[in-house]
Structure formats: C-alpha cells, structure tokens
C-alpha cells in the first residue's frame, strides 16, 4: 500500500500502481470530472500515470496555468492527428502550448490556408467524439529512432539524437496517431471541448533561417464554449486596440519600409514619450540615482571582456572604425562599467546608484518585427547599482518598491517571477547559490509571491522579472532585476573597504520600463489610445460654436497653454458635432465648448472624455481641476 497526502492536510491508502484519475474518483467524482493533470511530489504528470510510493497529490484543473498547458498541449496532438488525416505524408515538427493557446509545426506538401481550417477542426472533432485514450509508452533510444525512421518523420529522429543520453523517451498514442512527446497529457481525447483554429504562419525549423521553413498553425482551447467566446471576444478588442493602428490614427509614431524595426516618433508621440522619460528621472532622482549617457558604439575589447561578445555575438551589429572592429551597443552594461571604472570608490559612497536612458540596437529577423514591440533599435531605462554584499537584500528592496511604484501609477497588476542559473552561463556555482539566495531573500521580504524559472536567467547572474497585466488580461515582461557577480570582475571593479584594501562590489543591473518603446506601445494597447490626462498629447480642445467665439477660443486656450496645458482650438468651418466627434475620435481628455453664452459668463462647456457633458464651468475653475489632475497623475 501506498499512503496518498492530500492539499487538505488529509491522507489516504491506496494500492500500489493506482492512477490519479483513481484517486480523484475515490474523492470525488466532481473533482475527476474536472482535473486535468496531478501534482504528485512537485511534478505535474498524467491523470493516468500509475503510482508506487508515497506522495503529496494536487489535483489540477484548467484554471490553474500548469493544468491549462496539459490541456493545451493535448489539443495540438489531436490537431495534429487531424492534419495527418487529412494529408497523409505530413511530417510533424514540434506542437507547444503557449500563453492562451498552442501551435503545430508541419512540413508539408499541401499548403495549408485558412479555408482548410474548418477540414481540420471537423476532423478534431470526429477525433474527440471517438474518446481515444491517450496511452503514454517508453522506448529505448534505438527503438524509437527506428520507430519514426519507418514512418518518414524526420524531425522527431532529430530530436531523439539530440536529447541526451539519459533521457527517458516517452511517446503519446491516440488512436491512430502517436508522437514523441514528454507529456503529460489529459486521459482522452473526450476531454476536449472548445477549440478554434485561429492563424497561420511560417517558421523556420528550430528557429534557424538556414532550416526549412515550415507551416504553423496557431490555435486555442478551453474546456466551456463561453470562456472560448470570452477569449476570442478580447482578441477582437485587441485587433481595435492595436497600437499599430492607434499609433497611426493618432499621430504617436510610424515604422517605415527604409527603417524596418527603426519605429519614428512622431511630434505627439514624443509628447508621450518625454512625459513617461520626465515622471522617470523625477523618481529616479527621489531614489537616490544619478543619471549618465554612454556611447552607442564602442570596440571589440569591450565586447570581449563583458562576454558578450562569445555569448551575444548573433544579436549585434557591427562596423570598423580606423581599421579596428567595432560594435554598435545591444546592452547599457559594459558602457555603464567603465563609468564606475573613472573613479576610486569607497565603501562609503555604496551603494552607487547610476541610470541610462539609454539607445540600443539588436538584430532581430524581419519575420518577427511588430510595431513597438519587437524592434531593433529601442531605449531601455537601465540602471546599475554598485554595492556592499550587505547591502544585496535591502537595494532589491528598493528597486522592488520603485517597480512598485511605477506600475501601480499606470493600472497595471502584476506577478514575479525567479529565473535560474541557464546552461550558457559564466562564474562558478558558489556565487550563482549567493545571487540566486539573495534575490529569494529580498522577495520574501517584500512578502511577494513568486514562479521559479529553472534555468532562464541572464548568462551572468540569476534574475527577477516583473509581468504586468493589461486591461484585457494580456501579460508582458517588462520590469527585471538581475544580480551579477560577473562583470564586476571581468571589468576589475574596485572599492576600498573599511580596512584600507581593495574589494570587489556586487552589481544589480535594472530596468522598469524595459524598453520605452515597447511600454508606450503596451500603454496605447492598455488605454486603446486613450491616455490619461497626464499623457495625452493634447489634454484640451476648444471647440467654438461659430466663427464669431473664436477669438475668445483662443484666449482661453492661450491662458491654459501659460499654465503648462497641452491645447488646441479647432477653428475650422465645421459644424460643431462633427467637431466634438473628431475630438472624441482623437480621444482627447477634454473638449470645451464656446458660445455666446460662455463669453458671457467667462466659462466654458466641459465634455469630458469618460463622463461626457459636465456643464458650464468658469474658465479659471476649470484650470485648475485640469491642473491638479495633472499634478496627481491621475488615471480617470
């Protein structure tokens, strides 16, 4: 027998090689119903999986992200297993599952176009009405080489080789179909429910353009038609508030074909951008930060000594200067090094808070540029901070608060998470266990709730990210916190300690933005181009009725322009609801509206974006509502 250790602090015998399937139906068939994977002992496996010691049992259901993978990960199998169907001599590639959905790479002789999608969908229909279990099974290395050599599945052979040499080799098979998979999967192909083939794209084997390219299809799943009808109903939204479009719409910016990935700012747009650059060196300045600018081009020695060099190479561009090679900046880092390098430093000017707005360029192929958020020349709001090892947990401390700060001030919810040390990585393990141990210790101080990332931090230290939630659920990455004990000593950085020796500081590299391109475009996506008050290109339009208010239009608009107020007067010979409606369109906060009677009183009619007509209200008044609105930052 084997004793079973429920969430509920509760336990109970069972035999050995007992599924968890069993186990939730012992429970309660309710429960059974609606699991999808279990966690037992840590590690997320099949409903169906035989047990045979004894263990701690979750049992997981959609809602829960790691549960939501499995059922995803199962819909691309059984999308899979239609496309096979369909077009027999298909080879499969590789089917994940992504944030709110998954995809499946074919190589194929037919080409698949979006017409076919309802083929596909009906055959995955036929495929679940058949129930199929979902049986997992191992084999040796050889025997599955052999096994997908036989069935001319290329891809999947090349994968076995590269797995290494313990690995277990796991296959999936419904029905019909089977793949090489490590699972875990849900117990049949019955389980599913809602589902929609959404696009189409190509994409080059492992990601290499020296690869075939093969024909991706992107879909989702969720286990009720209404949360699918939810989910496609935010897509909608987001096609509306495409900052792609708004950005256009609204003057902020534009991407040309003699700069593809070089975004330009338009003059609103740099209202908007130099608005979030001034609110960031207000509360930098408050933080205690100093403010530097480093060159965007500097030699290959530097490169070299930051390892950026042997470990970014692909990313950079590059150029000769006096027949020396050069690298245009993909990072602030090693620029930011040599600046604390200009100095002696004691250990009583640490810790040393410095800051870059700073330009970078990283090479990023063509098929994956979009807007603002995937570019290949954007500012990041870099900082590094150079420390006493005492001083590790109480500096992340600080940055974690300005995060804080920052988001809260936007709407913006988020979570954390903790990425570890990656294969590709410098420095030995007793200063990765100090970096890794440190950033847990400064958020559990926070009292912030975490994800581990086993294996995604930075090549030169373990990391904290930061991802924020928009008005339509999306998340992004955008804040990190990394800590590094590396550079410090490649660079040789230095401070002189109480004792009157040389020691070495510690480094937190930060960013809260992340890159201000891509926050402004995250932020027009977020407000569908409806910034608040603060932000707004133009926070006030005046409006007169006739021709015959327009000079007290301008007066008024003139008065606000000395108080600091962005204005416009529309004086064109239009009538007045078109006017206002152009307004709206522009998503301007405030329209004042001018007649013979506002003259009069020495007020103006305030349409306000959200709340619409506010009345008649003296024109000083409104100045200085607008004013202290400004001031507070507010979202409304």
Known sequence: MIRVSLKDGTSREYPKGITMLQVAEDISPKLAKNAVAALYNDVVIDLTRPIY?????????????????????????????????????????????????????????????????????????????????????????????????????????????????????????????VDLCAGPHIPSTGRLKAYKLMSLAGAYWRGNEKNPMLQRIYATSFPKKNMLEEHLHKI?????????????????????????????????????????????????????????????????????????????????????????????????????????????????????????????HRHELSGVLHGLMRVRAFTQDDAHIFMLPEQIVDEIRGVIRLVDRFYKLFGFPYHVELSTRPENSMGDDEAWDIATNALIEALQEAGLDYQVNEGDGAFYGPKID???????????????????????????????????????????????????????GILTEHFAGAFPTWLAPVQVKLIPITERQLDYAIEVAEDLKASGIRVEVDS?????????????????????????????????????????????????????????????????
């Open 466 to 520: 930061f991802h924020l939630q928009d008005s339509l659920d999306r998340t992004w990455q955008c804040g990190t916190i990394q800590l590094d004990f590396q550079m410090p000593e490649r660079f040789d950085l230095n401070y002189i300690g109480e004792d009157g020796e040389k020691h070495r500081p510690v480094m937190i590299h930060r960013v809260i933005y992340g890159s201000i391109e891509r926050f402004i």
């Open 572 to 636: 064109r010979s239009e009538k007045m609801g078109y006017k206002i409606r152009e307004g709206q369109l522009q998503k301007i906060p405030y329209l004042l509206v001018v007649g013979d009677k506002e003259i009069e009183q020495g007020a103006v009619a305030v349409r306000h974006r959200k709340h619409g007509d506010q009345g008649a209200m003296p024109k000083e008044e409104f100045k200085q509502n607008i004013l202290q609105e400004i001031r507070n930052r507010s979202n409304d």
């Open 236 to 360: 909608e939204e987001a096609k509306k508030r495409d900052h792609r479009r708004l950005g256009k719409e609204l003057g902020l910016f534009i991407v040309l074909d003699e700069g593809p990935g070089f975004p330009f700012f338009l003059p609103k747009g740099m209202i908007l951008r130099n608005e979030l650059e001034s609110f960031w060196r207000e509360e930098h300045q408050k933080a205690g930060y100093q403010e530097i600018r480093t060159p965007i081009i500097l030699n290959r020695e530097l490169w070299e000594r930051s390892g950026h060099w042997d470990h970014y190479k692909e990313n950079m561009y590059f150029t000769q200067i006096d027949e020396q090679d050069f690298a245009v900046k993909p990072m602030n880092c090693p620029g930011g090094m040599l600046v604390y390098k200009q100095g002696l430093h004691s250990y009583r000017e640490l810790p040393l808070r410095i800051a870059e707005m700073g330009l970078v």
């Open 53 to 177: 010691e004894d263990g701690q049992l979750e049992l997981l259901d959609f809602n829960d992200p790691r549960a939501a993978v499995v059922y995803r990960h199962s819909s691309g199998h059984v999308m899979a297993q239609a496309v096979k169907r369909l077009w027999p001599d298909t080879k499969l590639a590789i089917g994940p599952a992504i944030d709110k959905g998954f995809y499946y790479d074919f190589d194929s002789e037919h080409t698949i176009t979006p017409e076919d999608f309802t083929l596909i969908e009906e055959e995955m229909q036929q495929i679940i009405e058949s129930d199929y279990p979902i049986i997992r099974q191992e084999m040796s290395r050889d025997e599955a080489i052999k096994f997908f050599a036989e069935k001319g599945e290329d891809y999947k052979e090349e994968l076995i080789h590269d797995l290494p040499e313990d690995a277990v080799i796991s296959l999936y098979q419904q029905g019909e179909f």
